[in-house]
């Protein structure tokens, strides 16, 4: 078993399936030794959004930030699926973070951070990146939080 | 063949054939693009007339714009971006559409934007096939350029070796 996902069994994160949009669109495309993550929602084993709402009106920054790390496990999930072994991540490069919150409301960082723990709590220093965290007014199916990546893949 | 009449705002497109338009932009500011080890960056490409820059699609989807509609203005930007990349480097050297962000002006209470979004995303595999899939992030805004524009995108394609 590699060292992410003897950690992840550590930490007892089960990462939920991925769900196939349109198909034009795809969940993850690589690139020479990039890997591009479409944007990820904090849905549920089923595949359905686990947070709906926006921050600082229908959910507590709180329950943004638990919405970010659910964003973070499906990640992860994906990324295992593109490259076999969240092993051969090299590092992550850079991320979006969009937080649909109320008007006025500026924790947007916060309620990122719950993708960016994740990413470091599992991926180690691996899982350091530079980020973009951006209020949205809405997101897709009204979820609180979306997050995409590039990654740099190990050679 | 596939019909495409801006002030009509009429865009039909039969699965397997697309025209895409030939824009003369003699005189007019170009879209930036950006080529960089194989990977070309497109600008914010907005659902406007290039010939005059007018918005053809305006306003909030959900509020003045239909979700047909406003799948109508994802489609255009997708063929405005085919109009662009043809012009610098010919279609038949992109290799595939790597990841779209698109910025889509929405009601509050509308959520379905990856439903606006497909009509760009449809635009690209109809013409590309597998070649065609990229990945979105898609994020709804309450402002727009240019007398609030409906949507906006910005592409990463990979050219071929």
């Known amino acids: 078993m590699s060292l992410a996902e003897q950690r992840l069994k550590e930490l007892d994160i089960q990462l939920p399936a991925p769900r196939l949009k349109g198909r034009g669109s ?48 499906n990640m992860l999930r994906l990324i295992r699926d593109a490259l076999g072994d969240l092993d051969r991540v090299d590092y992550i490069v850079r991320a979006i973070a969009m937080v649909s919150g109320k008007k006025g409301f500026s924790e947007i ?3 990122a951070d719950g993708f960016s723990d994740i990413m470091t709590e599992v991926l180690g220093e691996r899982g350091v990146h530079a980020r973009n965290a951006v209020g949205a007014s809405t997101l897709n199916g009204n979820a609180p939080i979306i997050c995409d990546a590039i990654i740099k893949i190990r050679k | 063949m596939g019909k495409l009449d801006i002030k009509k705002k009429l865009i039909e497109l039969p699965a397997n ?75 038949d050297r992109i290799d595939s559409v790597v990841r779209a962000f698109a910025l889509i002006q929405v009601a509050d209470d509308f959520y379905d934007l990856d439903k606006v979004f497909d009509g760009y995303s449809d635009v690209m595999y109809s013409v590309f096939r597998d070649r065609g899939r990229h990945v979105r992030t898609i994020m709804g805004t309450r402002n727009l350029p240019n007398h609030l524009i409906t949507i906006e995108v910005e592409t990463i394609f990979k050219l071929k070796d």
């Open chain 1, 26 to 73: 795809a969940p993850y495309k690589i690139v020479d030794d990039l890997l591009f993550i479409g944007g990820v929602a904090p849905l549920d084993e089923d595949g359905n959004l686990a947070y709906t709402g926006r921050v600082g009106a229908d959910l507590t920054t709180e329950e943004g930030y638990n919405a970010g790390r659910l964003v973070g496990y």
């Open chain 1, 109 to 111: 960082y916060k309620v």
């Open chain 2, 17 to 91: 054939e697309i025209e895409i338009p030939y824009i003369d932009y003699t005189g007019r500011a170009l879209i930036g693009l950006r080529e960089s080890n194989g990977l070309v960056y497109v600008s914010g490409t907005g659902c406007e007339d290039p010939t005059d820059g007018h918005g053809v699609w305006t306003g909030a989807v959900g509020r003045e714009v239909s979700l047909e509609e406003g799948y109508k203005a994802a489609q255009w930007c997708a063929l405005l971006q085919l109009n662009i990349m043809r012009n610098q480097y010919g279609l």
